[in-house]
């Protein structure tokens, strides 16, 4: 890995200690969809995300010559996939350090996982956070996104908090986030409509790699940087409607990319469709909530706390709707005092 001179304020522990983080996942407003560097993870666009306060996970690491092998329970399960993809990135930050120690984690998500609400962006913020500060490196917030990224795209906007910008950038360093309005600038909820709990059918990474097939994608990468500013701007100036209709029309694009691409996934539940046609009527009834989906069955409705009781209402009777989860703008990582071992 390259990292610049001096970038790295890395004071490497005699003895490395046990740290944990909870790190909040976000939800994407502009998506991340195609790499343009799959080894890199650097994305084909820019994204804008907002991080989810109550969508978290928490994650304890050690590092110790007592472990012959990492160890990674992950919700309490070992699962083949996801042990590999943690064990590659513990990996990274062992080189990083010049450290060969194997680890311990733990793992627990407050949501459910692998089903669209972005479990690996929050996952590997909080695996990237705990790793380096249990190997006592002392990482500056870009370096830890761009780290995180490596792992997760979506991983290295977790690792801020607020309403964040991934800029995509050409090169490992011009890849990363920050945070560009705090969580206290605007008070946006998101109910997030739970219509499935399955694993999605086909995962984020395997996805990205087909965006190219679908025709509309130069036309999407075309538009892209105008959209990121009107997203910047509708939020800088906390114009909602503007900001909704920028959110709802950015998701229903980026799902006609799924649609119309090599494997055409189509990434909707009944569930999923019911609640869109109800925000739609709810609407045009004066109760402002929009849409968002990414890959998994789940929706994501943003509203402003006025409208939050009403919209919940008016979706709890649906035949198909199994259960909500509110939330508000989340802050960036913190590091915890308890461990989870
Ligand atoms: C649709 O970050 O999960 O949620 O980099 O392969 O881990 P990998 O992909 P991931 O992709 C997220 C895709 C998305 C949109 C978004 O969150 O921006």
């Known amino acids: 890995m390259n990292y610049e001179k001096g970038n790295m304020k890395s004071k490497l522990l005699n003895h490395p200690i046990k740290a944990t983080f909870r790190a909040s996942s976000d939800v994407a407003l502009v998506k991340y969809w195609g790499k343009k560097d799959e080894r890199l993870r650097l ?18 690491v050690e590092f110790s010559p007592q472990y012959k092998n990492d160890e990674i329970t992950i919700d309490e399960e070992r699962e083949e ?59 500056e917030r870009k370096q830890l996104s761009i780290l995180a990224r490596k792992a997760s795209g979506s991983a290295c906007r977790c690792v801020c908090g607020g309403f964040v910008e991934w800029i995509g950038g050409n090169s490992d360093q011009t890849s990363f986030s920050r945070t560009i309005f705090p969580a206290r600038h605007w008070d946006l ?38 959209k990121i500013k009107m997203v910047k701007r509708a939020i800088k100036n906390k114009e909602f409607s503007e900001l909704g209709e920028l959110v709802e029309a950015e998701a229903l ?36 909530a929009y849409f968002t989906i990414n890959t998994g069955f789940n929706v994501h409705l943003i509203t402003l706390p006025k409208y939050e009781e009403k919209v919940i209402k008016g979706l709890e009777n649906l035949a198909l709707v199994k259960k909500f989860i509110r939330t508000k703008v989340g802050e960036e990582p913190k590091e915890l005092r308890e461990h989870l071992f």
């Not at 820019?46 to 304890?60: N, Q």
């Not at 990205?208 to 105008?226: G, L, N, V």
């Not at 119309?260 to 046609?277: C, D, K, Q, R």
């Open 43 to 60: 994305p084909e666009n820019g994204s804008i995300s907002m991080v989810l306060d109550d969508l978290y996970t928490t994650t304890t």
């Open 253 to 288: 694009e980026f799902h006609s990319i799924l649609l119309t691409s090599n494997f055409s996934y189509i990434a909707w539940h009944p569930g999923t469709v019911e609640v869109m046609l109800k925000v739609e009527e709810m609407r045009s009834k004066g109760v402002e």
């Open 189 to 226: 909820r998101d109910v997030v409509v739970v219509v499935n709990e399955e694993k999605k059918r086909v995962s984020s990474t395997a996805g990205h790699k087909s965006a190219e097939s679908s025709p509309f994608f130069k036309i999407r990468k075309e538009r892209i940087d105008e």
């Open 81 to 139: 996939d996801e042990y590999r993809r943690v064990s590659e990135h513990l990996d990274r930050i062992r080189k990083l350090a010049g450290v060969k120690l194997r680890a311990k984690v733990v793992s627990e998500n407050s949501f459910p996982k692998s089903t669209g609400l972005s479990s690996s962006g929050s996952g590997f913020a909080a695996l990237t956070l705990a790793a380096s500060k249990s190997l006592g490196m002392n990482l």
